[in-house]
Nanobody, 124 residues
Framework: QVPLVESGGGLVQAGGSLRLSCADS????????MGWFRQAPGKEREFVAA????????GYEDSVKGRFTISRDNAKNTVYLQMNRLKPEDTAVYYC?????????????????WGQGTQVTVSS
């Protein structure tokens, strides 16, 4: 069983919105800080957003600040990424990831497990 399963990706026009979800099938979801990364073709995986175990702390990559919002529902073992005012440069495969530990982390090596990814395509 895959612990992290992303959903909600798709094709959207520039200026539109999508909400990504990531469901964790494990039993200790509230023990994990969660993050979203993305990878466009030919580019390295980059940080998008992260949230602390309780949800009280969040962090964002500069280009998505004010447009994307990360949140979590510990009762549903799910983390979300609300993406508004999407741009063609947001096109990428988006990955959900988790880490043990407090605070917010932005480096890929700080995360322990990754989902399979969901494709987001923004047309101009």
């Amino acid at each position: 069983q895959v612990p992290l399963v992303e959903s909600g990706g798709g094709l959207v026009q520039a200026g539109g919105s999508l909400r990504l979800s990531c469901a964790d099938s494990g039993r200790s979801f509230r023990s994990y800080g969660m993050g979203w990364f993305r990878q466009a073709p030919g580019k390295e995986r980059e940080f998008v957003a992260a949230i602390s175990q309780s949800g009280s702390g969040t962090g964002y990559e500069d280009s998505v600040k004010g447009r994307f919002t990360i949140s979590r529902d510990n009762a549903k073992n799910t983390v979300y990424l609300q993406m508004n005012r999407l741009k063609p440069e947001d096109t990428a495969v988006y990955y959900c990831t988790r880490r043990l530990g407090s605070g917010v982390a932005i480096a890929p090596y700080e995360y322990d497990y990754w989902g399979q990814g969901t494709q987001v395509t923004v047309s101009s």
